[in-house]
């Protein structure tokens, strides 16, 4: 192996310092994309899919469980999948293992879900087998998947859902873009409203708060309520009004 050279502290800190410039950059064209994804054009979804899930039937309205933003990762576990049925794919389990405590992003008014083909019950006992017991899992029933580019190959959607109940795709990923999934903040990224923090470049109107505020221990949001407090906080931070 050809390893580089072992230098002093001073030029090791020296080195670092010079790619510390390349990172920042590499940092600030991160969100410079991630602003233009959200100023994506939407489009509308007219379909209605859908699922089995652990509930009973259920329609992609019902996968947002009430808020606004909806991430969905296409996990190929089903007939035809190498390893069925004891086991899924390979790489899509390798991004089951990297996805963070889901209380996060349901704090940001976002919820993951995964689907695939395989039946409720095969699903639950892989679930159970895996440690992925708070990723809801749903059932694929109909064109889905092809609609929405993930009948071959995996693939995450999001939407978003607006007051009136409508719904609309907003962003697509696959492939290696697949392997930054996991954190809070690869999957806030690519949604339509983003990580909703108030140093974010988003188009005016977006709801928003201070970074670092909003964020707890995952056993402590409250859930209903942790999203609307923090942006009337804000709010009343802008008027002048904040303990007021």
Request: glycine fraction near 8%; include cysteine; charge should be negative.
């Amino acid at each position: 192996m050809n390893m580089p050279p072992n230098v002093s502290l001073e030029d090791w800190h020296a080195a670092r310092e010079a790619l510390l410039v390349k990172e920042k950059e590499l940092t600030r064209a991160r969100d410079a994309l991630a602003a233009e994804r959200r100023r994506m054009p939407r489009l509308a979804v007219d379909t209605d899919y859908e699922f089995d899930g652990p509930n009973g039937k259920a329609s992609l309205g019902d996968l947002f469980q009430g808020r606004r933003q909806l991430v969905v990762y296409r996990f190929f576990f089903e007939p035809g999948v190498h390893g069925w049925p004891e086991s899924g794919c390979r790489g899509c389990s390798f991004v089951a293992d990297q996805v963070a405590n889901l209380a996060h992003l349901n704090a940001r008014d976002t919820t993951l879900v995964f689907v695939s083909r395989a039946p409720q019950a095969d699903i639950k006992r892989w679930k159970a087998r895996m440690g992925w017991d708070d990723i809801p899992w749903y059932t694929i029933t109909d064109d889905f998947d092809k609609d929405f580019d993930v009948d071959e190959w995996h693939g995450t959607n999001a939407f978003y859902r607006d007051d009136d109940g409508r719904i609309f795709r907003t962003y697509f990923i696959d492939k290696r873009g697949d392997e930054a999934m996991g954190s809070t903040w690869a999957y806030l990224d690519i949604t339509a409203l983003g990580r909703q923090e108030d140093w974010e470049d988003s188009p005016d109107g977006y709801p928003q708060t201070k970074p670092y505020g909003w964020w707890n221990l995952h056993d402590e949001y409250d859930e209903a309520t942790t999203f609307e407090a923090a942006l009337s906080a804000a709010a009343a931070e802008q008027r002048g009004d904040r303990g007021k």
